[in-house]
């Protein structure tokens, strides 16, 4: 009886592990932007603004007209209600797979940054936005 008990929870917990995984491999499929240029690092970085599109994605300014998309590899639940922003950075260059970010509510729940996209122009920004606020209805 116990070792049927115990064989039903480890299914139990193989196909709750399966599912995430599965969940895991779609969101990073539609977080995905072939139409964008993607880049490694931003050089020189420096906060100019920055806005929240959902919990796995923010828009930040570095320049004036220059904006990048990051994408974080988990979710910040209050990045939509942020004050600010926090991103690490090294001598002002932010790096994927190295660097996060961070809300100043709790600067101690980091999401390392997963992919950055560069964008090119305030159209570009906008179908952004709107394709992944489209996640959402799916």
């Not at 599912?19 to 970085?45: C, G, H, W």
């Not at 930040?60 to 950075?89: C, W």
């Amino acid at each position: 009886m116990r070792l049927l008990k115990r064989v039903s929870l480890l299914l139990i917990v193989l196909l709750a592990g399966c599912t995430s995984s599965e969940a895991s491999k779609e969101r990073a499929a539609m977080y995905t932007f072939p139409e964008l240029e993607q880049v490694n690092s931003i050089d020189n970085f420096r906060i100019d603004g920055w806005e929240s599109i959902d919990r796995y994605s923010v828009i930040v300014n570095s320049r004036p007209r220059q904006s990048y998309l990051l994408i974080l590899s988990g979710g910040l639940t209050d990045l939509n209600f942020a004050q600010g922003l926090l991103v690490s950075s090294t001598l002002g260059k932010v790096e994927v797979g190295f660097d996060s970010v961070s809300t100043v509510q709790d600067p101690m729940m980091k999401s390392q940054i997963k992919r950055i996209y560069k964008l090119e122009n305030k159209q570009q920004k906008n179908a952004i936005k709107a394709k992944i606020e489209a996640f959402d209805d799916e």
